[in-house]
């Protein structure tokens, strides 16, 4: 269905390959709907008894959803092809929540970047999967850079980080390494690129009844390599702690300013540079999505997509990172001291019945 995804089965093992080098393996429509079609054929076949999803390119697994895309569509006037930016986010979601209760091993190698939509093909599943890092992954839920939000489930799973390593990572942005992907619980095994190709003889030559535990087996070799020291999010835990727990985002911009530390102007920062008003609903979303199920949350991320694309902060961000490139998005409201409650919670107001919604059918 896409030039861009390549499957095959080998020793029992379904493999999926995105093929997309030159816009690191950005998701498309088709590419959603391959993965998807791909994923439901294996489901019930015998003959396929783990799923390995990885990158063609040394560069990304995935960056993301296709924002180009997103931009082409959401400035038209009148959108004439809004209806496939609604199957988009539709069906993404839905390949999320598939994944997330896949009843087969399901194996991701998350080697180059990794960011947005490519987080949410590898980071779903609880039990049947496997996450595995590289010296080269490069891995953050950069949305609030354009406009947007950590979606994806990410309201889901960067929950599931410890303390408010979640926040931070949702609020920011910042892009984090193997060590500290492992150290959130956003990775499982280190094994370096090196490495790799004994990783795929094993995959597609070994006759061991568990996949996910013979690629533990081999990743033990390298676990020394992965250093504590070396772990930012580690290092510097007691301050996201202290700064990322309050539930307002002016809370936690001013906690920041009363810090002299280098993480805290770091932070600053940074933040300076995100969209004020996405910061503030993505942690809003973080917040309201603690105690909900991975179906809750994305129906609620699909709510808030279609409120994004309303309110225009995404087209903004994507015109000044990727389209006029001058890297000047002028943000709406332009200050965290500007965001507006009321405004922050219209983002989950519901826009379709329950009945209606386009995720309804996930439990």
């Known amino acids: 269905m896409s030039s861009y995804v390549i499957t095959e089965i080998k020793n029992h093992i379904g493999f ?30 015998q003959n396929v008894r783990a799923v390995f999803i990885h990158s063609s390119s040394e560069k990304a697994f995935c960056a993301g959803g296709d924002i180009r895309f997103f931009y082409d569509v959401g400035t038209q006037t009148p959108m004439q092809d809004s209806a496939l930016l609604e199957d988009f986010f539709t069906e993404e979601y839905a390949l999320n929540h598939l994944i997330h209760f896949y009843p087969k091993p ?21 039990s049947s999967r496997l996450r595995i890092v590289t010296e080269r992954t490069k891995m953050a839920m950069p949305e609030v850079n354009i406009g947007l939000f950590p979606d994806v ?36 095994v280190y094994i370096p690129s090196a490495a790799i190709p004994d990783l795929m003889q094993l995959l597609e030559s070994s006759t061991v009844a568990d996949v996910r535990q ?31 727990s309050a539930n307002e985002l002016a809370a936690i911009d001013a906690s920041l300013h009363t810090d002299d530390s280098t993480f805290a102007s770091t932070s600053l920062a940074t933040m300076a540079k995100r969209s004020p ?10 917040r309201r999505c603690q105690q909900m199920t991975v179906a809750e949350c994305l129906r ?42 009321t405004l922050v919670q219209s983002f989950f107001d519901e826009v379709w019945p329950a009945y209606a919604h386009p995720l309804a059918h996930l439990n």
């Open 300 to 341: 609620v991320e699909r709510t808030m997509v279609r409120h994004c694309f309303k309110h225009g902060e995404v087209l903004e961000g994507v015109r000044a990172l990727v389209v006029d490139k001058d890297n000047l998005p002028r943000w709406s409201p332009p200050s965290i001291a500007d965001v507006d409650t």
């Open 153 to 188: 489930g990410g309201g889901y799973f960067l929950n599931q980080t410890p303390g408010e390593i979640g926040t931070y990572l949702g609020l920011t942005g910042e892009i984090i390494q193997a060590v500290d992907a492992i150290y959130a619980n956003l990775a499982d």
């Open 16 to 45: 999926i390959t995105l093929d997309r080098p030159k816009a690191l393996n950005s998701l498309s429509l088709e590419m959603v709907r391959a993965i998807t079609a791909s994923l439901l054929a294996w489901r019930d076949d």
């Open 214 to 244: 013979a690629i533990r087996e081999f990743a033990t070799q390298f676990a020394q390599q992965l250093v504590i020291e070396d772990c930012q999010l580690a290092t510097h835990r007691s301050a996201i702690d202290q700064h990322f």
């Open 277 to 286: 008003l996405m910061m503030a609903v993505t942690l809003e979303q973080l």
């Open 106 to 126: 399901y194996i991701a190698l998350m080697h180059g970047v990794v960011m947005g939509g490519g987080m949410g093909i590898a980071q779903s599943g609880v």
